[in-house]
Nanobody
Framework: VQLVESGGGLVQAGGSLRLSCAAS????????MAWFRQAPGKEREWVAT???????YYSDSVKGRFTISRDNAKNTLYLQMNSLKPEDTAMYYC????????????WGQGTQVTVSS
């Protein structure tokens, strides 16, 4: 499975961005997709997950502000980010878990999100 993110950029605090992740390849193997992020000097942080059963999960830091969704017709995962804060600044990565593993083993190259104060 190949993943390509897009949609990052520079935005002022309080603004919004929508990230996209286009998937290709053996899509039938995808059991869940997720967004992670990594800020400079910090460890990678899980942001949100969308399962094949259309369940969604969010980290406490983004709950109520971010929405993860998936368009199966377009093979694309989205992350709608509202009320952005400077601490949301990071490289955002899309990832996929492939059956039979529950681990996220396919990763995109990332898209940079910068939130100015």
């Amino acid at each position: 499975v190949q993943l390509v993110e897009s949609g990052g950029g520079l935005v002022q605090a309080g603004g919004s961005l929508r990230l996209s992740c286009a998937a290709s390849g053996s899509l039938f193997r995808i059991s869940a997709m997720a967004w992670f992020r990594q800020a400079p000097g910090k460890e990678r942080e899980w942001v949100a997950t969308f399962t094949s059963g259309t369940n969604t999960y969010y980290s406490d830091s983004v709950k109520g502000r971010f929405t993860i969704s998936r368009d199966n017709a377009k093979n694309t995962l989205y992350l709608q980010m509202n009320s952005l804060k400077p601490e949301d600044t990071a490289m955002y990565y899309c990832a996929a878990a492939l059956v039979p593993s529950a681990d996220f083993r396919s990763w995109g190259q990332g898209t940079q999100v910068t939130v100015s104060s």
